[in-house]
């Protein structure tokens, strides 16, 4: 027998940037926040973008993180899901304006139960609506993406329509609450109430949905799901039932986006749904498909980076989140988190 | 023979539009580990993939415990009592181990007994309890997958190729799990290409080729003729 050849590792020196590597996604966030602050140079301004730009992207994460997961799940290419956004605003609206009494009275109170009222009305809306599109729209088509694209497109256009039947062609002017009208002062900076109420609705979803997903077995079999659906079910759970139930979540979820949306523009359409599906498309893609995490950290880069652009260079705001995802698809092709795929 | 626990007839498999399993009869007794051998490519995979649902026998018949499998979904087989190690292990990467574990164990919390005896049989898998599966080597990811199969009392194990692309250390720690399973009266069926281990584990024998079953027999009785084997197999297990 023959010796080994002498086995003498050498231990890599791990580098600053392997370090660093796992954690730049979430890091991303505060460097952009710190870029805007060199550009603008106004520390009040900033501060009013940055309020701003938190709320704008924790809006479209609770509008698109039911889609990553669908995507994710069942490799469901939903176009869609936009549709729950509008109806969930037209739903969550109706409820307010029948509560005239309630977001009239100067009450934080009223007004705040008023806005959970035509949340639970738009959830419950969406949520039935969503069970329904699965049934009908998204479950003869799995397994094919072009067929997915075109049938879901359909089921968009037709909600659309239906919308327009039920509440007219016209847009529908709104406006919030009384307690959340109007801006509050800090630090010098006029910050409105309500992107605060958006901010901290947007942190509550994103910290229960990361709950669910990391300490209950319902998340776990969602997680393994987005990896190896094909095992999951050799492990005995039943994926196609958890599919349906991620659906319906992420369709009330995206109707809770739409409410919040709605009161955020202080209008709505029935496209507004469809608007905000490129937003939503660029999120879930430079997040990572299938990834609640990069879809967060997706949706505020694009929230930050949109409202600083329109400050500094208005004309390239429409450009500026195309721009970010195609940096981010260059040093990502996955996405920033990407998920590992067992096929 | 009614005291089979798995019962193959006449079993059809096509992937697209190839035909991958042309006929495949099968028994496996209960209380035994039942090897399935033969050749790379002529549907030892396939034949378990086809027990378990991932794909579909389009003619035949499948029993489990007597019930008629053959158009059940794959979660009601699961949960009829069968574990699975897959071919290529199937391990959850961005769940930790524990989370594998849990997972695995269907139908309620994982019993601390059979956790132990996991813990004795695969020491890394205490060590790296916490750890993300997907940093686990080859042969670690291999203990979990078929930890996960033992970690609830299954009616019948399909394992494999456990020893696939191991080290000798590791494939004889796995032939002592197994070999431990067995002890237990565990029902078993195993595709293995390490002789030795299959010398070592195998009661009876059912030898693949090009989708049908050529031989069935006593392994002790394949395992002393060097002949059958080269008939069999093409080549003397011996060989390996
Ligand atoms: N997904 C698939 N698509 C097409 N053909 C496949 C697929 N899976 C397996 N096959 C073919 O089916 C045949 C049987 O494959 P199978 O994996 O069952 O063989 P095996 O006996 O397990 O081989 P090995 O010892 O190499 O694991 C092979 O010819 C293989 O190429
Ligand atoms: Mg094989």
């Known amino acids: 027998m023959t010796a080994a050849p002498e086995h003498a590792p050498k231990m890599a020196e791990v580098t600053f940037r392997d370090r660093i590597a796992p954690h730049m996604p979430v890091l991303l966030v505060p460097l952009i926040a710190i870029a805007g602050f060199i550009a603008i140079q106004n520390p009040s301004s900033w501060l009013t973008l940055t309020v701003s730009g938190l709320a704008m992207g924790m809006m479209i994460f609770i509008m698109a993180s039911g889609l990553t997961l669908v995507f994710g799940l069942m490799d469901v290419i939903n176009f869609g899901h936009g549709a729950f956004v509008s109806v969930g605003a037209f739903v969550g609206i109706s409820v307010l304006m029948l509560l005239g009494h309630m977001t009239e009275a100067p009450s934080l109170m009223l007004n705040l139960g008023a806005i959970l009222l035509a949340v639970i009305g738009a959830m419950l809306a969406t949520g039935l609506m969503g069970w329904a599109f699965e049934k009908v729209i998204v479950e003869p088509v799995y397994g094919h993406h072009l067929k997915q694209i075109l049938v879901t497109m359909g089921g968009l256009i037709v909600v659309e329509q239906l919308i327009i039947v039920l509440w007219g062609p016209e847009e529908i002017y709104i406006l919030r609450p009384e307690a959340l009208k109007g801006a509050i002062t800090f630090a010098g900076a006029a910050i409105e109430k309500y992107r605060l109420v958006a901010v901290g609705v947007g942190l509550v979803v994103f910290l229960a949905m990361r709950w669910v997903l990391r300490r209950t077995k ?33 369709s009330a979820l995206a109707g809770l986006g739409g409410v919040m949306w709605g009161l955020y523009q202080e209008v709505i359409t029935a496209h507004m749904g469809n608007h905000a599906m490129i937003l939503i498309f660029i999120v879930v893609i430079i997040g990572g498909l299938g990834s609640v995490e990069g879809c967060f950290i997706g949706a505020l880069l694009v929230g930050l980076l949109q409202n600083y652009i329109a400050f500094i260079e208005p004309k390239a705001a429409l450009i500026s989140n195309i721009a970010l995802m195609v940096a981010i698809l260059m040093w990502r092709p996955m996405g920033m988190i990407p998920v590992v795929k067992a096929k | 023979m009614s005291d089979a626990i798995l019962k193959l007839e006449g079993v059809y498999t096509n992937i697209a539009q190839y035909h991958i399993l042309q006929g495949v009869d099968l028994e496996v007794p209960r209380g035994a580990v039942t090897m399935l051998l033969g050749r790379n490519g002529v549907g030892k995979t396939t034949t378990l993939r086809t027990v378990i649902g991932h794909w579909r026998a389009h003619q035949g018949r499948i029993l489990f415990d007597g019930e008629d499998i053959t158009k059940m979904p794959t979660p009601a087989i699961a949960r ?161």
């Open chain 1, 218 to 250: 319902i998340g776990l079999i969602v997680r393994a799901g987005v990896e190896n659906g094909e095992m999951v079910q050799a492990l005995g759970y039943r994926l196609r039932l958890v599919f349906v139930g991620v659906f319906i979540a992420g």
């Open chain 2, 80 to 240: 009829m009592g069968l574990g699975f190690v897959p071919e290529d292990m199937g391990i959850f990467a961005d769940l930790t181990v524990e989370e594998n574990m849990v997972l695995a164990a269907a139908s309620g919390p994982i019993n601390s007994a059979r956790l132990d005896w996991i813990f004795a049989a695969f020491p890394p898998l205490k060590t790296f309890w916490k750890s993300d599966a997907g940093t686990l080597s080859g042969g670690q990811k291999q203990m979990l997958s078929i930890a996960r199969a033992m970690v609830e009392e299954r009616k019948l194990y399909l394992i494999d190729e456990p020893t696939k692309g191991l080290a000798p250390a590791i494939i004889s720690t796995m032939a002592r799990a197994l070999k431990d399973l067995k002890d237990q009266g565990a029902s078993v069926l195993l595709v293995e290409q390490n002789f030795a281990v299959a010398k070592a584990l195998g009661d009876s024998a059912n030898v693949m080729d090009d989708g049908r079953m050529i031989w069935s027999g006593e392994m002790q009785e394949l395992a002393t003729d060097a002949a059958l084997q080269e008939r069999l197999m093409g080549l003397s297990l011996e060989a390996h």
